[in-house]
Nanobody, 124 residues
Framework: QVQLVESGGGSVQAGGSLRLSCAASAYAYSRNCIGWFRQAPGKEREGVAA????????YYADSVKGRFTISQDNAENTVYLQMNSLKPEDTAMYYCAFKKFCLGWALIGEYNTWGQGTQVTVSS
């Protein structure tokens, strides 16, 4: 069964940190591109970061470079998103999804399966 489950969201003050987890089924995790996306109320879903689990290459949106880090744990089939120096504009529902390759990693329409999302709220 292809499955992605996000967790780790919560409410923090600006400047704080959170670590999101995306637990994937073996099929979704192995040698695939797993991306993190977010959607704020009234806004379009946007790419945040992605990682190719077959080699560890990572990709980031300009808005999160230097603050967020995406990583993988092959033993747990899990991709993490460490979010530091959080800002109120980071408030959104965060989702993970997978596709075969990371070329065009931020193209939402190319992703196959999505998790249910985890809410991140950053207060000023």
């Amino acid at each position: 069964q292809v499955q992605l489950v996000e967790s780790g969201g919560g409410s923090v003050q600006a400047g704080g940190s959170l670590r999101l987890s995306c637990a994937a089924s073996a099929y979704a995790y192995s040698r695939n591109c797993i991306g993190w996306f977010r959607q704020a109320p009234g806004k379009e879903r946007e790419g945040v970061a992605a990682i190719y689990t077959g080699g560890g290459l990572t990709y980031y949106a300009d808005s999160v470079k230097g603050r967020f880090t995406i990583s993988q744990d092959n033993a747990e089939n899990t991709v993490y998103l460490q979010m530091n120096s959080l800002k109120p504009e980071d408030t959104a529902m965060y989702y993970c999804a997978f596709k075969k390759f990371c070329l065009g990693w931020a193209l939402i329409g190319e992703y196959n399966t999505w998790g249910q999302g985890t809410q991140v709220t950053v207060s000023s």
